[in-house]
C-alpha cells in the first residue's frame, strides 16, 4: 500500500479522496489552488500544498506544479478524481518516469478511449453493438453532407475528444448541418485542444445508461450493475439512480458482460465506466467509456456495500480483488441529485459567492458528499457542482421519497441552488413513474417555460 498519496482535485471528490486514504492508513496530501485555500479539503488532509492561481491552466491542469507537489511532500502516488488531468492520455505515463503511481488506468487504456472514434472502433471489434456512425473523424463539410446522406436524419454532431456534452450538437436536417459542423468544431477545439468531430444516428427519447466496472492488474473483471444518468440538461448529468428501473433480467445480464467484455479487450484496470444508449425497443449501443472515478460512484457503492474509491486505491498498489462476480450481490434502490450552485430562475446562471449558512439533510438512508461549510466562499472559478444528495431505500418509491425528504431538509442560504428544481422533478409524475428518457428535462423545462408565459398572459404581463 501507498504512504502518501497525492489529490491532485478539489472539491467534493478531492474530500471524498482524502476521507478513503484515512481509512486506509494513508497520508493524503492535497494540492490546491489559491482559490481553495480555506476549503474543506485543505483543512481535512494531513498537508496541503498551494500549487499556483485559480486558473486551472495554472493549477490543476499545470503538470510541472503537480508533479513537483508529490516531489517536495514526498507522496509515492497521485489521485486526480475527476474532470482535469483524470483522462489525460499522456498522466500515467509522465508520472512513471518521475516514479510516482497514477492511482488509474494505463496510458494505453486512456488513449483508446479518450478518442471516440477508436473508442467506437475498439468496441465493435470487441463484439459490442455501437450506434452507427462515421468510422473517422470528418474532413470536412463535404463529408459530412455525404455522410449524413446516407445515415439519415436526426444526427449527433460530436467532438472526438468529447465529453460532458462539449462540442456536440444534434443535427435535425440538411440545413441544419453546416452550422452545427462549424459551432461542434469550434466548440471541442476550445474545450479539448482537438477540433475533429464525428457524426451518428441520433436516437429519439433513448435511456443513458452506465455500467460501472472494475479491474485489477491481474486480469480480474467485474461489473457493479447499472446506473440510469437519463435526466440530463445540455447533456449534463443532473439525477441518477442505481439500479437502472425497468430493465429487463436478458438486459442486466447482456449489458453487465459487455462492459466485462470491453474492459477485458483494452486491458483495463482500476474503476471505470461503460455508457450506453438504451432505445425504446430495449436495444442498447455502446457510445463512450469513461476511465476514472464518475461523479456519480456513490449510489453504486449504496446497492454494492463496496468502496469504489478504496478499491481504486488498491488495485493501483497491485492489489487483486478479493472477490468475483458471483460475490457482488445488489441490494435495494439509490438516487442522487446533483446540486450545483446555479440560479435556475436566469437560465441555471452558475453563481459562486458567500455561504452563509449549511446545514446537509441526515437521517436513514442520506448520504451527503460536500464540500461545503458555513462561511465558505464557492469560488466561481470552476464547475458549480456543490456536492451530492443520495438517498437509499429497500426500493426505488423508498428511495425516491426520503430524496423529497432530504431536499426539504437541506440549507444553503446565501448563492441560488438547483435544489428547487430538484424538488420539482422528484415530484413530476414521470419520474416517479420511471419514464425517464434523455429528452425529459428538456420536454419539462419547456412546459414549465410555457407555464409561465400562459399565467403572465392571463394575469395582463404580456
Not at 54 to 72: F, G, Q, T
Amino acid at each position: 500500500m501507498f504512504e502518501r498519496i497525492l489529490v491532485a482535485n478539489r472539491g467534493e471528490i478531492a474530500l471524498r479522496v482524502i476521507r478513503a486514504c484515512h481509512e486506509l492508513g494513508v497520508d493524503a496530501v492535497i494540492a490546491y489552488s489559491e482559490a481553495d485555500r480555506d476549503s474543506l479539503p485543505v483543512r481535512m488532509a494531513d498537508e496541503a500544498i498551494c500549487i499556483g492561481p485559480a486558473a486551472p491552466a495554472r493549477s490543476y491542469l499545470h503538470i510541472p506544479s503537480i508533479i513537483s507537489a508529490a516531489e517536495m511532500t514526498g507522496c509515492d502516488a497521485i489521485h486526480p478524481g475527476y474532470g482535469f488531468l483524470s483522462e489525460n492520455p499522456y498522466i500515467a505515463e509522465i508520472y512513471d518516469k518521475v516514479g510516482v503511481t497514477f492511482i488509474g488506468p494505463t496510458t494505453e487504456a486512456i488513449q483508446s478511449m479518450a478518442d471516440k472514434v477508436m473508442a467506437r472502433k475498439v468496441m465493435r471489434d470487441a463484439g459490442l453493438p455501437i450506434i452507427p456512425g462515421t468510422e473517422e473523424a470528418l474532413t470536412g463539410a463535404d463529408q459530412a453532407r455525404l455522410v449524413a446522406d446516407e445515415i439519415g436524419y436526426p444526427l449527433l454532431m460530436k467532438a472526438v475528444g468529447g465529453g460532458g456534452g462539449r462540442g456536440m450538437r444534434v443535427v435535425n436536417s440538411a440545413d441544419e448541418l453546416i452550422e452545427a459542423y462549424n459551432v461542434a468544431k469550434s466548440e471541442a477545439s476550445l474545450a479539448f485542444g482537438n477540433p475533429n468531430v464525428y457524426l451518428e444516428r441520433y436516437l429519439l427519447r433513448p435511456r443513458h445508461i452506465e455500467v460501472q466496472v472494475l479491474a485489477d492488474k491481474h486480469g480480474n473483471v467485474v461489473h457493479l450493475g447499472t446506473r440510469d444518468c437519463s435526466l440530463q440538461r445540455r447533456h449534463q448529468k443532473i439525477v441518477e439512480e442505481a439500479p437502472a428501473p425497468g430493465l429487463s433480467p436478458r438486459t442486466l445480464e447482456q449489458i453487465g458482460a459487455a462492459a466485462v467484455k470491453g474492459s477485458a479487450a483494452i486491458g483495463y484496470t482500476t474503476v471505470g465506466t461503460f455508457e450506453f444508449l438504451l432505445d425504446e425497443r430495449g436495444d442498447f449501443y455502446f457510445i463512450e467509456m469513461n476511465t476514472r472515478i464518475q461523479v456519480e460512484h456513490g449510489i453504486t457503492e449504496l446497492i454494492t456495500g463496496i468502496d469504489l474509491v478504496k478499491w481504486q486505491i488498491r488495485v493501483a498498489a497491485g492489489e487483486r480483488l478479493s472477490f468475483g462476480q458471483k460475490d457482488i450481490t445488489f441490494r435495494g434502490h439509490a438516487v442522487e441529485c446533483r446540486i450545483n450552485a446555479e440560479d435556475v430562475t436566469r437560465n441555471f446562471l452558475p453563481a459562486g459567492g458567500l455561504i452563509e449558512l449549511y446545514l446537509p439533510p441526515g437521517g436513514p438512508g442520506v448520504r451527503v458528499d460536500s464540500h461545503l461549510y458555513s462561511g465558505y466562499t464557492a469560488p466561481s472559478n470552476y464547475d458549480s457542482l456543490l456536492g451530492k444528495i443520495m438517498t437509499w431505500g429497500q426500493d426505488r418509491a423508498e428511495a425516491v421519497n426520503r430524496m423529497r425528504r432530504a431536499l426539504l431538509e437541506t440549507v444553503i442560504v446565501g448563492i441560488p441552488t438547483t435544489i428547487p428544481f430538484h424538488e420539482e422533478i422528484m415530484a413530476d409524475e414521470r419520474f416517479v413513474n420511471g419514464d425517464v428518457h434523455t429528452g425529459l428535462v428538456t420536454d419539462w423545462l419547456a412546459e414549465q417555460a410555457a407555464t409561465r408565459e400562459a399565467e403572465a398572459i392571463t394575469a395582463g404581463r404580456l
